[in-house]
């Protein structure tokens, strides 16, 4: 075997370690067939060419599997225990909660949101039915009012700055709340079944900061 075959052989068994396409094998092996110095340099750079394929293909898959993760991370399945968001969302119901890009988008009215809401007022509204720590629980809401909204309510029904929301999605009683203007990081929210859900007629704005999850899809 001549310097420039072994030479040859060397960088392609480097350059193949843990190749997997039939190719890689069949390059080295049949290295030895191949005649004169520029047809074994022109073989290695074949070989060269398939190395470079295979590692692109590992590293699609790669990534392909860390989008895939991050994907996975960022929804999650959340079930629905009590009746407080009904009839939008019932009992029983699954929901599509992204934990990810209200983030960055942030948090707007009308959006159905997972967040930590203070204990010791009832949980009628709360996911999973248990208490967190820290006095909160983990409730599903619409979110009324942000920072600087004012909200109170009239003839049964919520205004925001003075105007009347049309709320076509509330089920039960007409709305009673006492009237409060939004604070700085804080939100105003309601469930949609005003005479089951306990909310922000209850306890007040809460704090923009405990939402976990925006609700996409039932």
């Not at 030479?7 to 997997?20: I, K, Q």
């Not at 934990?99 to 949980?123: E, Q």
């Not at 405990?210 to 039932?218: D, I, K, N, S, W």
């Amino acid at each position: 075997m001549s310097a420039v075959h072994r030479l040859a052989r060397g960088v392609l068994t480097v350059a193949l370690a843990g190749s997997r396409s039939p190719w890689g094998a069949a390059v080295i092996a049949e290295l030895d067939e191949v005649k004169g110095t520029w047809p074994v340099l022109r073989w290695t750079a074949g070989g060269l060419w398939v190395a470079v394929r295979e590692r692109r293909r590992v590293r699609r898959a790669v990534v392909a599997a860390l989008v895939a993760t991050a994907a996975l991370a960022a929804f999650q399945l959340r079930s629905i225990p009590s009746g407080a968001m009904a009839p939008t969302l019932s009992i029983g119901d699954h929901a599509v909660v992204d934990r990810l890009s209200f983030r960055l988008t942030g948090i707007d009215r009308g959006d159905i949101v997972v967040l930590r809401a203070p204990s010791g007022v009832g949980g009628s509204s709360g996911v999973g039915g248990s208490s967190g720590v820290g006095g909160s629980f983990t409730t599903v809401d619409r979110v009324i009012g942000l920072a600087g909204d004012t909200i109170d309510c009239a003839g049964g029904r919520v205004r925001r700055d003075g105007t009347p929301l049309d709320e076509p999605y509330i089920h039960g009683a007409a709305t009673d709340c006492t009237p409060v203007t939004v604070p700085d990081g804080m939100l105003y929210v309601l469930g949609d079944n005003r005479e089951v859900a306990r909310d922000s007629r209850h306890y007040g704005p809460v704090p923009a900061s405990g939402v976990t999850g925006r609700v996409l899809l039932v």
